[in-house]
């Protein structure tokens, strides 16, 4: 299971803040830090730190090693996702998004003052991409961070720091 694990369901509250957590071996199906569906969420703080969580399932959900957040069809109008001043090191994904994997965000999405080293996306199993971010729709705003020694491997794979698909516009 994630470390965190939080969906639309939270309706008293449709945005939840995550401040100097640490989240270290946690294994799970996607998201193997935190798990966000339908739901905004902030991730911050100096001693905020993704190291060796691990997502590893057979099927293409195997993504997000230290966050997945989504947005469904069906889901609540805006969802938003801001990460900061954040560690994600040594974070594995069988697909895509070792360090961070967002998909159908269209509110803010923004990461700023982050570090990635060592994230690996397509260990085991072809990968399709961006072992420190993987990004699928929404204009993200990247700004101060600094991506290290991340791989994605396996055959299609694409980019080791940052990867955006669909309709996403950095």
Do not use: M
């Not at 989240?23 to 100096?46: C, M, P, Y």
């Not at 109008?77 to 994997?101: A, K, Q």
């Amino acid at each position: 299971y994630p470390g965190i694990s939080v969906d639309n369901n939270c309706v008293a509250a449709p945005a939840s803040v995550v401040t100097d957590c640490v989240f270290i071996e946690n294994k799970s199906r996607k998201g193997g830090g935190i798990w966000a569906q339908d739901h905004s969420l902030t991730v911050s703080g100096s001693g905020c730190k993704f190291v060796s969580n691990v997502v590893d399932s057979a099927d293409n959900l195997s993504s997000g090693g230290g966050l997945w957040a989504t947005r469904t069809t069906g889901g609540p109008p805006t969802v938003s996702l801001t990460v900061t001043d954040c560690d994600f090191d040594s974070n594995f994904v069988r697909t895509s998004g070792g360090g961070v994997f967002a998909i159908g965000i269209n509110g803010s999405l923004v990461f700023e003052r982050l570090l990635f080293t060592r994230n690996e996306a397509g260990y085991g199993s072809p990968g399709r991409g961006g072992a420190g971010i993987w990004i699928d729709g929404g204009s993200p705003t990247i700004t101060e961070c600094t991506f290290t020694e991340n791989v994605s491997s396996g055959p299609g794979a694409h980019s080791g720091a940052l990867y955006v698909a669909g309709q996403g516009t950095p």
